[in-house]
């Protein structure tokens, strides 16, 4: 009687550990990997532009620019050579095309390993919940699937 109690109370402490630690750490992983993701994307199309630019030999253009709550404007821009890329924390650099696409083969590199490391942090999390399910099933002595 005892013994199951004990086993209930195990069998308890283990699933709490998966849904209040295991499970939000797996969320918040693949959300921080999501994030790098859409930064990979965003200097990928900035890679794009500049090189549709560099290739059309675009030196100015019209564009519509977002002020904000989806609030359109056009803009003229007669200088295209130069332009201003998000360096992170807010701050923006002027560069040249060829420094902007040196700067971005470096960022790119930079979120590969990004990417990489979530998803090895990801995989380990699921083979924890794995081992604690089976620690669980153990417990309950269930049989193999």
């Given amino acids: 009687m005892d013994e199951d109690i004990s086993r209930k109370r195990k069998v308890q402490r283990y699933e709490e550990f998966v ?5 939000p750490d797996l969320v918040k992983a693949i959300a921080e990997r999501d994030k790098v993701f ?3 994307k965003m200097f990928l199309d900035l890679k794009k532009n500049i090189e549709n630019l560099e290739n059309n030999g675009i030196t100015n253009l019209r ?24 360096i992170g924390l807010g701050f923006h650099v002027e560069f040249t095309w060829s420094e902007a696409l040196q700067f971005i083969s ?10 990489e490391e979530y998803t090895q942090l990801i995989a380990n999390i699921k083979a924890q919940i794995k081992m604690v399910c089976e620690g ?10």
């Fill in 63 to 86: 564009s519509m620019v977002n002020l904000g709550s989806e609030v359109y404007m056009q803009a003229e821009v007669p200088d295209t050579r130069h332009i201003f890329v998000d």
């Fill in 38 to 40: 859409h930064k990979q």
């Fill in 106 to 115: 470096v960022r790119e590199a930079r979120l590969a390993r990004q990417i």
């Fill in 19 to 23: 849904d209040k630690r295991l499970k």
């Fill in 136 to 145: 669980i099933r153990e417990l309950l002595q269930i049989p193999a699937e």
